[in-house]
């Protein structure tokens, strides 16, 4: 069973509307929880890191939170643009350990159309 | 350079046949990373170097994967005998320290496909 769930699998919106991605995950104890954004073909790029510490942390029109006692985390996109449409993959990293042990989810596509 | 750099983009092959996928990661960086990844699928951890060691090789799937970074800097991954089930878009990524705040930044990928 993946340690990180996201759901949905895929979500298409019109263009200029918000969503919101989840992800659930049971890594425990945990260091920190990211989120990436990945482009057809290419590499994921990071969008956020929140330490089990933190509850919300923001990037432009992406805001991502984190409840750490029901282990679950949100991806919430405003004002979506066509240039959004992309994977979205939820990652997180057990405590005491390094980048190697990173846990990537299977990601949520994401379809803006206009 | 100002990123990760992955050479070929794409590669094509034969079943059976050997492949070197080439990583040049961001200048400074001590730590680099190896994936794989499957359409629809999380990238799979591969191979992490901490300098020229190949600190944490516990991802590789059997014997015909191997990786080497000789100076600590450009990384090859090599696959011999390669099999239909290698396709996949192998990542390459780095970061600054191994640590887990520091954030990895992932080149564009190398896509496989063996025929």
């Known amino acids: 069973k993946n340690q990180v769930e996201q759901s949905p699998q895929s979500l298409i919106i019109l263009e200029g509307k918000n969503c919101t991605l989840q992800c659930n995950y049971t890594v425990s104890p945990f260091s920190n929880l990211r989120w990436y954004k990945q482009d057809t073909g290419r590499g994921p790029v990071s969008l956020t890191i929140m330490t089990f510490s933190e509850n919300t942390k923001s990037n432009g029109r992406y805001t991502a939170t984190l409840d750490a006692d029901t282990k679950q985390s949100s991806l919430h996109i405003t004002a979506s643009q066509l240039s959004d449409s992309a994977s979205y993959i939820c990652v997180v990293l057990p405590r005491r350990f390094g980048n190697e042990k990173l846990t990537f989810g299977t990601g949520t596509r994401l379809t803006i159309i206009p | 350079g100002a990123g990760v750099s992955q050479t070929p983009s794409n590669k094509v092959t034969e079943k059976g046949k050997y492949v070197e996928l080439r990583c040049d990661p961001i200048s400074g960086h001590t730590a680099l990373y190896w994936y794989r990844q499957s359409l629809g699928q999380g990238p799979e951890f591969l191979i992490y170097f901490q300098g020229t060691g190949a600190a944490d090789d516990s991802g590789l799937p059997n014997d015909r994967f191997f990786a080497v970074r000789p100076e600590g800097s450009v990384s090859t991954l090599k696959i011999q005998r390669t099999e239909r089930g290698d396709s996949a878009m192998y990542l390459c990524?780095?970061?600054?320290?191994?640590?887990?705040?520091?954030?990895?930044?992932f080149g564009p990928g190398t896509r496989l496909t063996v025929l």
């Open positions: 990524a780095s970061s600054l320290r191994p640590r887990g705040t520091d954030t990895q930044y």
